[in-house]
């Protein structure tokens, strides 16, 4: 398969590769709370009793339209405009690469306000689609199957750029609300570059925004956010944002996981289950989401499936499993069809839903971290004009 390399991905004509984060010192007001909105508004003199109105109506204009310019946003007096357009932007990551594959799904390569970079992939389904977003740049999990842990973790994300995410794939899709209320973007997935509970603030943050019902009001059941297993901030994620839960598991004995996810070594696979049964939002409703890669001769033999249905009797779960996507270099090969499917037979048998899941965007590099590490490796000048 080709992949068609273009700045131009559906609905995003405007959005050229080359139209890169540039360095602003005015104050990007996405990923504000209301407060914090409020604050702003004061700081340009509009009085106390019509900071409310006055944010509420910021608040629609940036989510639940997707207004990215003030001059647009037609209930506001013309010199709060001008004073917000001087002081503040609505500015979301810029885009270095855009890559569609002939699948449908679309991976861009993000360019942030200070140079560093990070990824979204939009995966397309026949009448809705997934959002996976990146919560760090780099990560400092260095799980060795996943390519992004080749790579150091540089900083958290703002809540604002995790939110600019969303808003600018909305951008690119042509997705904000129209007549029809049909949206290209269903569901949200945590699943991208970072471990999303290391950064909990910024996406708690970000996603109570995304939640808001007067805003983008995306419902807490269409997002999914993904932990290697940092067991003390689980428990907090369930009470407090209630989203549903994916735990990146992808062994079922120390030995192993110590190695693929060296996590395991702090919080072992018995503290996690654990976590896992005491997850508060977690029901036969809601089922957490155990992913499991599958590698060749490594966690995919039947006595490997067989404890998997042993450790996880009694939790709602599903199991997800995962083709290993090779990149350049790693260590391991993706189990044989026949090893999935008898692996899969055991979890069905048992009563688990466990999809093996369709390989998306291999002909663009879609394993994560892969599109940002063929950017570092490109001259400078190249990569200026993606």
């Known amino acids: 398969m080709t992949a068609n390399i273009t700045a131009n991905s559906p609905g995003a004509a405007d959005l050229a590769a080359a139209d890169l984060a540039m360095p602003d010192s005015r104050r990007n007001l996405i990923g504000l709370t209301r407060p914090e909105l409020a604050d702003s508004v004061a700081v340009l003199g509009v009085p106390e009793r019509q900071r409310k109105m006055r944010v509420s109506q910021l608040w629609r204009w940036m989510y639940n339209r997707g207004v990215d310019s003030f001059d647009a946003m037609s209930d506001l007096g013309k010199d709060l405009r001008q004073g917000l357009h001087d002081n503040h932007s609505v500015a979301r990551p810029g885009i270095a690469t855009t890559l569609q594959s002939t699948d449908g799904t679309i991976k861009w390569l993000l360019r942030l306000a200070d140079g560093n970079e990070i990824e979204m992939v ?40 995790i939110l600019g995410q969303f808003m600018l794939a909305r951008d690119c899709l042509d997705d904000w609300p129209d007549a029809d209320g049909l949206r290209k973007i269903s569901t949200i997935v945590m699943m991208g570059m970072g471990e999303p509970l290391l950064n909990y603030d910024n996406v708690a943050k970000a996603l109570t925004i995304i939640m808001d019902m007067e805003g983008i009001a995306l419902s807490r059941r269409s997002i999914t956010l993904s932990t290697a297993g940092l067991v003390p901030a689980m428990e907090r994620c369930g009470r407090e944002l209630r989203v549903n839960l994916a735990v990146s598991l992808h062994a079922v004995t120390d030995k192993v996981r110590d190695k693929l996810v060296p996590l395991n070594r702090r919080y072992p696979i018995a503290e996690l289950i654990q976590a896992c049964r005491d997850y508060p939002s977690a029901n036969n409703a809601r089922r957490i989401t155990f992913e499991y890669v599958m590698l060749q001769e490594v966690n995919d033999s039947l006595e490997d499936a067989h404890e998997l249905v042993r450790l996880l009797r009694g939790i709602p779960a599903k199991i997800n499993l995962i083709p290993f996507n090779p990149w350049p270099g790693a260590p391991y090969e993706c189990s044989s069809n026949n090893r999935i499917h008898r692996f899969a037979a055991v979890l069905n048998d048992a009563g688990y839903a466990a999809p093996v899941r369709t390989p998306r965007g291999r002909d663009i590099m879609a394993a994560c971290g892969q599109l940002k590490s063929a950017s570092e490796k490109q001259p400078a000048a190249r990569r200026q004009t993606g």
């Open 122 to 161: 939009y995966i397309p389904e026949l009448d809705h689609g997934a959002l996976c977003v990146s919560s760090q740049v780099g990560c400092t999990l260095n799980c060795r199957f996943c390519h992004t842990g080749t790579m150091p973790l540089v900083r958290n994300l703002t809540a604002g750029e």
